[in-house]
């Protein structure tokens, strides 16, 4: 069992920066791709980005690209989400995940339904 908790959120201006970040319980979190979604009010959730277990390896839809940056250690079972230049079109509740082995192909983790473990979110709003 792992247990993700986020934090790092909140009220930000359009064209700042924020870094999240999720917590992990649990001794084997370098084993596990870690996830980040977001869902906005109203909409699906979408995934925005994923890293696979040893760090080196990350997986960004095209729509973040280039803004969006992922990565973790592992020493501190922790998972980060760097977001620059945030646009109103961000404001959501993010949301960490963790899938376990074994290890498949990039658009794998694009699926929600392929992550084991979800933390509870944490709300990023961007005003303009």
């Known amino acids: 069992q792992v247990q993700l908790v986020e934090s790092g959120g909140g009220l930000v201006q359009a064209g700042g920066s924020l870094r999240l970040s999720c917590a992990a319980s649990g001794r084997t979190f370098s084993t596990y791709v870690m996830g980040w979604f977001r869902q906005a009010s109203g909409k699906e959730r979408e995934f925005v980005a994923a890293?696979?277990?040893?760090?080196?390896?990350?997986i960004y839809p095209d729509s973040v690209k280039g803004r969006f940056a992922i990565s973790r250690d592992n020493a501190k079972n922790t998972v980060y989400l760097q977001i620059n230049n945030l646009t109103p079109e961000d404001t959501a509740v993010y949301s960490c995940a963790a899938a376990e082995g074994p290890y498949f192909s990039d658009t794998y983790y694009y699926r929600e339904r392929n992550y084991n473990y979800w933390g509870q979110g944490t709300q990023v709003t961007v005003s303009s």
């Open positions: 890293i696979r277990w040893n760090g080196y390896i990350t």
